[in-house]
Each structure stands twice: as C-alpha cells, then as structure tokens.
C-alpha cells in the first residue's frame, strides 16, 4: 500500500484545510490510519486515528478543532482541521495500520506516506 498526502498550504491563523490521505496498490479499508505531524527542530508527533470501524482518538492540543473521516470506496482518509493555530504548522504525514483498536504510537504503523507542509501564519 501506498500512501500520499495532499492539501498542505499556507493558511493565516483561524482558517480551516483539509488534508487527504489517498491509498494506491491496496486498500486499507480495514487499517487504522493514523496522521502525524513534525514541526521544524521537533520530534515527529501524533495527532489522530481513525479505526476501521471509524472510531476516532485526537491529541488533547487538537480535540475540538481537528476531524478524521474516511471514506473506503475512495480509498481516502480525510483530516479536517479548523482553527488553526502557528503551532499547528507542521509537516502532516498519514499511516497505515497500526492496530484495529487504534494506536498513537508510530511504529505501530506499517506505510507511511511523504508529508504535505501546513503553514498558518499569525
């Protein structure tokens, strides 16, 4: 399974964007798929889950702003994140699989994809 993340950009603080996690040479319809993000000179963090059976589980610095959905038919997972903070600005990277019951650990996670930048200026 690859993976490849879209929708990173430039946003001023307060603004809203979603990113897309899109699945190619498999499904993972039945994987967690989990987003993490790494902000320059820090370590690589998590942010959210989404389980196969679409329980989702957010970081206590996101809850309330950010939302994971998926849709399987597309092969697609979705971060929405409203209320973007500067400290939101990160690279954004999605995984796949993890464990079914969710996990926040990445090395849980078996495909990675390449990050897509998110910049939210103050």
């Known amino acids: 399974v690859q993976l490849q993340a879209y929708g990173g950009g430039l946003v001023q603080a307060g603004d809203s964007l979603r990113l897309s996690c899109v699945a190619s040479g498999g499904t993972f319809s039945g994987y967690t798929v989990g987003w993490f993000r790494q902000a320059p000179g820090k370590e690589r963090e998590f942010v959210g889950h989404?389980?196969?059976?679409?329980?989702?589980y957010f970081t206590d610095s996101v809850k309330g702003r950010f939302t994971i959905s998926r849709d399987n038919a597309k092969n697609t997972v979705y971060l929405q994140m409203n209320s973007l903070k500067p400290e939101d600005t990160a690279a954004y990277y999605c995984a796949a699989g993890g464990r079914r019951s969710g996990s926040a650990f990445s090395n849980t996670y078996n495909y990675w994809g390449p990050g897509t930048l998110v910049t939210v200026s103050s």
């Open positions: 989404i389980t196969w059976s679409g329980s989702t």
